[in-house]
């Protein structure tokens, strides 16, 4: 559970996102079916995305 509201239906988007741009096609609700790699290949996209967008603000 997400502390700031709405939070959690912007980290769902940020997740949907991420998994298109990888390939894996994640659905809403249960996702247990997902292997291991393509979990991951989601969870390192969306670590990816966040670094790229902190340097971005870095350098305003």
Same mark, same amino acid.
């Given at each position: 559970? @997400?502390i700031?509201?709405? @939070? %959690? !239906?912007? =980290?769902?988007?940020? *997740?949907?996102? @991420?998994? /298109?741009?990888?390939? &894996?096609? =994640? *659905?809403?609700?249960?996702?247990? !079916? =997902?292997? /291991?790699? %393509?979990?991951? /290949?989601?969870?390192?996209?969306? &670590?990816?995305?966040?670094?790229?967008?902190?340097e %971005?603000? =870095? /350098?305003?």
């Amino acid at each position: 559970m @997400a502390i700031v509201p709405n @939070a %959690q !239906d912007a =980290l769902n988007k940020f *997740k949907m996102e @991420a998994a /298109s741009e990888v390939g &894996v096609n =994640l *659905k809403q609700g249960y996702n247990g !079916d =997902l292997t /291991s790699r %393509q979990a991951g /290949s989601i969870g390192g996209q969306m &670590v990816k995305k966040m670094i790229e967008s902190y340097e %971005q603000n =870095l /350098s305003k």
